[in-house]
């Protein structure tokens, strides 16, 4: 078999609007993307060897806010002659590091725009009769981000302050509150519900012994730690009256512990949202794994995959977390998933 038929991965680079991916191939190391998991931002690490110092000389050395656009492409991985791509989205240096011997230049670049200011710079303001979405809107905007509002509820607030928080903390925040995940890639702030993901088809079925699967990991000690529903009561002082509510998520066995929360809430809708979004927190921790895999451009943060012959936990996951790595070792995927919970 020759080089045009050999099953292989290889790397696009765009740099500042250049191909540099022939370049860049003599001396790759290691190059990692990961797609990262709600509330971070995904990112790209390259190491390369460095002997002839062309890396550090002044014509090739990255510099920080420089552009990097990214693509994975197999080339007869899953069958002969077949070319796929992952595109990886844009990214901006972030940081760059050099160290020898033997020479090597580590590049590290990330999703969130250098040049916006959400990164470092703290703010004090009152949001008042203000959306969700809104509150995003306008970070995203200073962010140098698009909005991609996915989230099937838009919360409406009287006032709302952010008090010396960065934008991006003040955001995650105030949307994990309200159940609803966030992420920054590809030049997007993505907002959204991960159960709305968590019902999406699953891409792939990974079964023990007769799939990829290089290593895996489950965490057995939580398997079985699940509330069965949460409570959510708050007494308000000025109307000396208590709303308080309970969820049950569909099919919950009748018997078992309950989530109790004493937190300010403003209406029984409010206080409903927040204890779905507090009992979802909790189970989600109740069956996470991790899989190392031959590289596989189907896996993606949001996506869904179902898993075989891993007995009690065996079902389907959403991948929280994914990592494709191209290096010696050749073309490997890490993911970190959860069983979906289905409510």
Not at 298 to 327: C, P
Request: hydrophobic share 40%; aromatic share 8%; proline share 4%.
């Amino acid at each position: 078999m020759d080089m045009v038929d050999a099953r292989r991965a290889e790397l696009v680079i765009s740099y500042n609007g250049v191909d540099i991916s022939i370049d860049l191939a003599k001396s790759l190391m290691d190059f990692t993307y990961t797609d990262a998991a709600p509330g971070e931002s995904d990112d790209i690490q390259i190491t390369l060897e460095d002997r002839e110092n062309m890396w550090q000389s002044p014509e090739w050395m990255p510099l920080q806010g420089d552009k990097i656009i990214a693509e994975i492409r197999t080339i007869g991985w899953d069958n002969a002659g077949e070319v796929k791509r992952l595109p990886l989205g844009s990214f901006e240096v972030d940081s760059v590091s050099s160290s020898g011997p033997p020479d090597t230049v580590n590049i590290k670049a990330t999703s969130l725009p250098i040049s916006g200011n959400a990164r470092q710079e703290t703010r004090t303001k009152a949001w008042e009769k203000v959306t969700l979405k809104a509150i995003a809107a306008d970070i995203a905007k200073r962010a140098g981000l698009k909005l991609n509002y996915l989230a099937p509820v838009n919360p409406t607030y009287e006032r709302i302050d952010q008090t010396e928080q960065e934008d991006l903390a003040f955001l995650y925040t105030q949307s994990k509150e309200e159940g609803i995940a966030l992420k920054i890639a590809s030049g997007q702030l993505v907002l959204f519900d991960e159960f709305e993901f968590e019902k999406g088809e699953p891409v792939a079925t990974f079964k023990r012994g007769t799939d990829n699967i290089l290593s895996y990991s489950f965490d057995w000690s939580a398997a079985y730690a699940a509330y069965v529903a949460c409570e959510v009561s708050y007494t308000q002082a000025k109307k000396k009256s208590t709303i308080k509510v309970k969820y049950v998520p569909p099919g919950a066995p009748s018997i078992g512990p309950i989530l109790k929360i004493n937190e300010q809430v403003d209406n029984e809708a409010a206080a409903l949202r927040k204890a779905r979004k507090s009992l979802r927190d909790k189970n989600k921790e109740r069956s996470q794994a991790s899989l190392s895999l031959m590289g596989d451009i189907r896996l993606a943060a949001g996506l869904t995959i179902q898993v075989a012959g891993f007995g009690t936990f065996d079902g389907k996951y959403l991948i929280e977390r994914a990592s494709h790595k191209i290096g010696s070792g050749g073309y490997t995927t890490d993911i970190t998933i959860r069983q979906v919970l289905g409510w």
